[in-house]
């Protein structure tokens, strides 16, 4: 049995983007590799008359914007998702400061070694995109390859570094567990209410209605039967209420058959028309499927409060990695994610498991939700 191959960090990229981008990349990387040694090599060597200052300056500038423009280059041309870095900050300091910061900081480094390293490899990509022009096989089939692992290299050296990507986690995980610690107290007190204003006070009834039942049991047989009366009614009344309150807290529906079935009971309930389209096989874990029933179930009762909408669609899919809910409806629009509010209260659901919710809401509509739920943690 062969062992499966591990998916690519991004897509492949066209072959036509990647054909030009080895072409155009050559005479880029040729300019940036003369600029760089030139100005390190002048500026170095007449930094002690101080005019070496300035050129040190810029040639360190140059580096740090070429390295932005192969990010972007990447990202445009490869599929590679670079993003921009952090870097440290340069406002209201000295040339000689300015110097000095960027050369401690660790991402001018880590460009200026991507732009040494992609010189020599742009002389091999410039041989292999001609021959592609004329070898159509070798243009569909290699190049793309070579420009995927092309955007590895950029993506390893040019995007964050472990460090802060460890820290940007680790500061997301903080705030959605402090988030999820939110959303449990808020869910805790809401269950805690409920319960004291519904089936406790029927409980209550039901047992006051039984007392004077029995005080009357000898003397008052017609009263009696009235008293049960009301008592079996509140106690009817009260196992509703908890079974209201039960499926509030996991629906048996959604336990038995699944996220499909469970959305559908959830639109039929609904006071406008909700298309349902649900595919979302293997099934997801269990944490996923009830935060994803209950982002839906919340936004659609949003939905048929407040929006104006006469209907709306709820789609889920499924990829690899993530459970994706998308609601849609035709309403007034203009929602946003308000503190406090029932959209910032779907985003603190879905941060228990590190989702994150997403609102477009244009003024006049429609609204789109989404959530990207992650099936691993």
């Known amino acids: 049995m062969t062992a499966q191959q591990p998916p690519p960090e991004h897509p492949r990229p066209h072959p036509a983007r990647t054909v030009a981008y080895m072409l155009l990349s050559f005479v880029f990387r040729l300019v940036q590799f003369i600029l760089i040694v030139v100005g390190a090599v002048v500026g170095v060597g007449t930094v002690v008359v101080w005019v070496g200052f300035p050129i040190l300056l810029a040639t360190t500038g140059f580096v740090r914007w070429s390295g932005d423009v192969e990010r972007r280059w990447a990202r445009r041309m490869l599929n590679t998702p670079l993003g ?3 870097r440290l900050p340069l406002t209201g300091q000295s040339m000689t400061r300015r ?8 991402t001018t480094w880590r460009d200026l070694s991507y732009l040494m390293v992609a010189f020599p490899l742009s002389i091999v990509e410039l041989p292999i995109a001609i021959a592609s022009i004329v070898l159509l096989p070798m243009a569909i089939w290699v190049t793309p390859w070579l420009g995927w692992l092309h955007g590895n290299l950029a993506l390893s050296m040019l995007g964050p570094n472990r460090t802060k990507k460890l820290e940007r986690k680790a500061e997301h995980l903080q705030a959605s567990r ?30 006051m209605s039984l007392g004077r039942a029995k005080s009357k049991f000898d003397q008052d047989p017609d009263a009696v039967r009235g008293l049960l009366d009301e008592a079996h009614s509140d106690a009817k009344l009260a196992v509703s209420e908890l079974r209201d309150l039960a499926r509030g807290i996991y629906p048996a529906v959604l336990g038995d058959r699944g996220l499909d079935a469970a959305l559908s ?17 293997p099934r997801p874990p269990a944490a996923v499927e009830t935060t994803a029933y209950f982002i839906v179930g ?9 929006s104006g909408a006469t209907e709306a669609t709820v789609k889920l899919w499924r990829t690899d990695t993530h459970v994706i809910a998308e609601i849609t409806d035709n309403g007034r629009g203009g929602a946003e994610v308000r503190p406090g ?11 228990t498991i590190d989702g994150v919710i997403t609102v477009v809401s244009p003024v006049g509509g429609p609204t789109v939700i989404r959530a990207d739920l992650p099936c691993q943690w």
Do not use: F, M, S
């Open 99 to 106: 110097w000095l910061t960027r050369l401690t900081d660790p």
């Open 298 to 306: 919340e936004t659609l009762t949003n939905v048929a409060k407040h």
């Open 341 to 351: 509010g029932g959209l910032a209260g779907l985003a603190d659901r879905a941060a």
């Open 84 to 86: 921009p870095v952090e």
């Open 178 to 207: 402090a988030r999820g610690v939110d959303a449990a107290e808020a869910e805790r007190r809401r269950i805690e209410r409920d319960l004291h204003d519904g089936a406790q006070q029927r409980l209550v009834a039901v047992a």
């Open 265 to 281: 009971a959830q639109a039929a309930r609904t006071p406008i028309p909700v298309d349902v389209e649900v595919d979302v096989e």
